[in-house]
């Protein structure tokens, strides 16, 4: 007869890539993209107003405003769990947008770059990526962010492009003003560029191109700061495979990152009325990594008004990054995503 006993070893009694994984990078992780002005500023209230009518991503916009003002109460005590909590998961660097602009000021941005310096000391690096609030055709917009630029400890510009369109109008010639006058003011104060790009699910969004375009261009001029491209799902609805490749060529070959935030993109809606090729929400990366393309990796949105249900556990996007693509390749290829990739994509 067989002796059974209780077993209490934490050994998965089977093969798991994902914790051959967690050997090898724990430690060295590095979390390309977030949001610490509200992380973990989820409510009640706010998850039962959105449980009544469910906002587009222009209307969350509008509440993120509100609840931004609020959040500076708070900062400092939820920027330090933030950080401590991704410590505890291997993770040794974060970049953050931090929002700068005239609701809030530059306040958020000072309580970040305290941190940035307090965390330093114990090995910890927050870059920062002054994120506008106002589209900078707005006069004082362009003033506040070439202030926050001036400061020595803002690596980046972060930006949200396709906030500048109007409602319904995909293709609309703002958004590549406003890309360019981002990368006008990144390149006067010596910073790099971090968009967010192509994030509505669909096929006539090309974001990702533009960003190409402009970037091969600021590169031939000697611009040699990080360029990051982040999110790019809605190249994977692109019904033009050679558009795909071109753009992943011209992203490699003008050093842009793809940065993938597997669950936040996942929050997408599935547009029913616009025909587009099979695909998942997200990023092409298995295509891009192929395309000799820097592909890391950022966790995004975190018990917020956008994503109340997010916890903020790495190791739950990776999961969903590989089974996105029913990925079965070399483990070492996204230990480098979560690692060495995620260092050059934030010139580290
Ligand atoms: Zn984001």
Redesign the pocket.
């Known amino acids: 007869m067989m002796e059974v006993c209780l077993d209490l070893s934490h050994e998965a009694p089977c093969y798991s890539p994902i914790d051959e994984l967690k050997k090898l990078v724990f430690g060295g992780i590095v979390d390309c993209?977030?949001?610490a002005v509200t992380e973990n500023t989820s409510t009640q209230a706010q998850y039962d107003k959105r449980g009544k009518k469910d906002l587009e991503l222009d209307d969350i916009w509008v509440e993120i405003g509100k609840v931004r003002k609020e959040a500076l109460a708070t900062l400092v005590r939820r920027l330090n769990y933030s950080i401590t909590r991704r410590r505890a998961m291997g993770i040794c660097a974060w970049q953050t947008?931090v929002d700068v602009g005239p609701d809030i000021d530059l306040d958020a941005l000072n309580v970040c770059i305290e941190a940035k310096r307090l965390w330093r000391r114990y090995g910890f690096i927050l870059k920062i990526a002054v994120y506008p609030t106002l589209a900078l055709k707005n006069t004082a917009m362009d003033a506040l962010l070439r202030e926050a630029c001036r400061r020595q400890e803002v690596d980046s510009i972060g930006f949200?492009p396709s906030r500048e369109r109007q409602r319904g109008v995909v293709k609309d010639p703002a958004v590549f003003a406003e890309m360019e006058r981002a990368f006008e003011i990144a390149a006067e104060f010596g910073k790099g560029v971090d968009m967010?790009v192509d994030q509505k699910n669909h096929p006539e969004e090309k974001e990702t191109f533009y960003l190409a375009n402009i970037a091969a261009r600021y590169r031939d001029m000697g611009y040699k700061k990080p360029i990051c491209a982040?999110?790019c799902l809605s190249m994977s609805a692109w019904n033009d495979d050679q558009l795909i490749s071109y753009t992943l060529t011209m992203m490699a070959e003008s050093n842009v990152s793809m940065i993938v935030?597997p669950r936040?993109t996942l929050d997408n809606l599935q547009i029913r009325e616009v025909l587009a090729p099979t695909h998942n929400s997200i990023a092409p990366w298995t295509l891009a990594l192929k395309a000799k393309v820097n592909v890391a990796v950022?966790i995004?949105?975190v018990r917020d008004l956008y994503m109340p249900w997010c916890d903020g556990d790495i190791w739950k996007d990776v999961s969903v990054l590989v089974h996105s693509a029913r990925y079965h390749g070399s483990i070492e290829k996204i230990a480098d995503m979560l690692t060495i990739n995620g260092k050059k994509a934030l010139g580290l």
């Open positions: 993209h977030g949001h947008y949200l967010q982040t999110h935030c936040a950022g995004d949105n």
